[in-house]
């Protein structure tokens, strides 16, 4: 079968993978033939074509106008015009595939979107966050004039699509109010996948040990530090849990405009934060081997439901987790309902903290969620579990 992914993030050959490079091998290693177009929204280090034969990589970086607020309109509209010129080429010399696979939101890909159905057979749309409405309510960054405009072009795009995949029944739910039902269309859920199914504590030791963190509950956060990852929030439950658990002592790793938050906690607190900036990954899975309690956060106020990626290293390392999401999404439910964790509604750090000091303070019970934490890991979201779901579908 012949597989063209249409992306806006995809790792270069130095680089970690990711979800879209483990789905792309994946399917490579099936014995299909992969071709990835890749519009790089997150690095200005210039993209190039990969020299793999299969997968297939070929990658620009999105264009960059300085218009203030208005800049991201032609970055959303135009960026994938880039790679336009291969959609063309193919469509002149008959090159057909067997299937498009591309990522929410739509319109980061818009133009190579409409090019990839002239010569795509069918199209498997998998979508994460809800564009715009997401964008707007997390980082207030999308012009409100543009809001219905950019929607309509969302939902055109959706629309265009054979197949859609969600990733969690909430997000099903949200999918069909914000867009309409579609009758045309099949819709079905589809977990988030990774190809790191166990993680084992390396000989070297973290960053974090030291004389300090000796004997002490490390509650680590990982991921982008940007709008809507919540914080604030977490840092006031780290303050008001270590006032009963003074043991309990919060690592965080990666980076983004939100870090100085974290760095003045490591000023005012040294002894309940240490901040790693962003790491490579393997040495943020062997933090996360290193910790006893994985957190997750989010913002409240956000309608759009959201099921996040950085729980599934935190199942591999084996360790519980503590998510305060909002109140839409049903994470909370999945985790507490498999006995991997705790939840509560994001934007609450009093709730949050005693979440914490109950982990904290029972070993046996971190030692069984971070089990069973693993066992859901290897149940549903095993890439090779995810693409046996696609190739069916």
Known sequence: MKVLILTTKYPSPNESEWLISELANELAKRG?????????????????????????????????IPLGRFSIFPKWIFSSLKIAPYLILDFIKKERYDLLITTSPCTACAS????????SKKSL???????????QQISNKVP???MPMLKNIE?????SFSDVACMSPANLVFFDKYFDLNPKQNRFILPIWTSYLRLEKSIKKPLFESSIYEDNIIVTFGGQLVEGRGLETLIEAIKIARVSNNKI????CGDGQLSSIVEDFCREEPLACSYLGKLPREEYLNVLSYSDIGVVATIENVDSPTYPSKSLDYMAASIPIVA???KNSDFGLVLEENNFGLSCDAGNPETLAKLLIILAEDAELRYAMGRNG????????SVSKIVNRILEI
Do not use: C, G
Not at 125 to 135: A, E, K, R, T, V
């Open 374 to 381: 693993l066992k859901f890991l290897n149940d549903f979201h």
């Open 324 to 326: 305060s999401v909002e």
């Open 112 to 119: 190579a979107i409409v090019l990839s159905h002239l010569v």
């Open 144 to 146: 409100v004039l543009l």
């Open 249 to 252: 002592k919060l690592v965080v």
């Open 32 to 64: 299909n033939s992969v071709k990835v177009l890749n519009v790089e929204w997150s690095s200005y280090q210039p993209r190039h074509k990969h020299r793999t034969m299969n997968p297939k990589v070929i990658s620009y970086n999105a264009i960059s």
């Open 155 to 159: 939902k055109k795009l959706v629309n």
């Open 125 to 135: 749309l998998i979508y994460w966050d809800f564009f715009p409405i997401h964008n």
